[in-house]
């Protein structure tokens, strides 16, 4: 499952990956982060997304099992749980850690190379996005080009009081898609 | 006034620039297209779309004002209302279309680099998007980077049974905002 939160014009954050943009926000209405936290069993992470979110603290999502997708060698001071990877057979670690974690959803929580790698692959069940009412007008793009086209089909969406709409996706089809 | 379909992922079409893959979205709900045109008074248009829109056929938006953006000279074969401009003076060219025009607001059909320049010159109003249930994976974008980041304010939001969701934003602010 992809899940994020965008600006319109499609960025997970500026082009510094600074997450202050999402501050405003934080007084609203519940975006629904924490009940989307309980459907999570087990997570992968890109190496740069990872690093950034051990650099506030702690590492915040729990004992889940987590694989940080990484070429660049082990990840140093890594929190129970998480382990590198280097994401040469994504198909296999996925089941691999939901199989660990028994239960829930995978979360690829970024950062935009990992959707792609994701989607180019046919691992992609479910989008999620907030869109944030703002432009950032240049970032970290939450779809990198380029990846096969792919059809969705709108689960859900909702619209909070604040300007945010949740977007809810299932991932119909795609060219580059392999039955399993 | 920006108005456009795109695909999740942002783009306004593939990258040949092709509509094929709107098609599908035709035989659903009224999307409110016409409903909107008819509270257009006068067009800007990039010089690339004009050019693909007069190659469907004839110019589809009546005798409204409208200027095409060029540096490639004038255009050729000149439907009725529409001039050419080179975009020296964005401000000046609005306000000579409304004036023209008399009534409606002024919508800039596209491309990518039109609504850019716009943003960054802060002379954008509204904002509406109609976010089709599909990811082209590549493409021209809606927002090609850089322009300033720039304030929104969620105006409607309307969710169609075929999972097209319309965005529909007021400008809040822009860093590169001229007060006029």
Chains 1, 2 share one sequence.
Do not use: C
């Not at 405003?24 to 997570?43: K, N, Q, Y």
């Not at 199989?99 to 190379?113: A, F, V």
């Not at 692959?121 to 907030?130: A, K, P, Q």
Request: proline share 6%.
């Amino acid at each position: 499952v992809i899940y994020a939160a965008t600006s319109l014009d499609g960025y997970l954050a500026p082009p510094d990956g600074s997450v202050d943009w999402l501050e405003p926000f934080g007084d609203g209405p519940d975006l629904g982060i924490d009940a989307f936290l309980e459907t999570v069993g087990s997570l992968v992470v890109g190496r740069t997304t990872f690093d950034q979110v051990r650099g506030f603290g702690d590492w915040p999502y729990g004992k889940r099992p987590t694989a940080v997708l990484t070429r660049r060698g082990g990840v140093d001071d890594v929190p129970l749980g998480v382990r590198a990877d280097d994401g040469a057979d994504l198909r296999g670690l996925v089941a691999a850690l939901q199989e660990e974690s028994g239960t829930g959803s995978t979360w690829l929580l970024g950062g935009g190379t990992v959707h792609r790698t994701f989607l180019a692959e046919g691992l992609v069940d479910e989008i999620w996005t907030h869109v944030m009412p703002l432009l950032l007008g240049d970032g970290i793009p939450m779809f990198p080009a380029s990846y096969p086209a792919t059809d969705l089909h709108l689960i859900e969406s909702r619209t909070y009081t604040n300007g945010v709409v949740l977007l809810r996706y299932r991932v119909s089809s795609s060219v580059g898609h392999e039955d399993v």
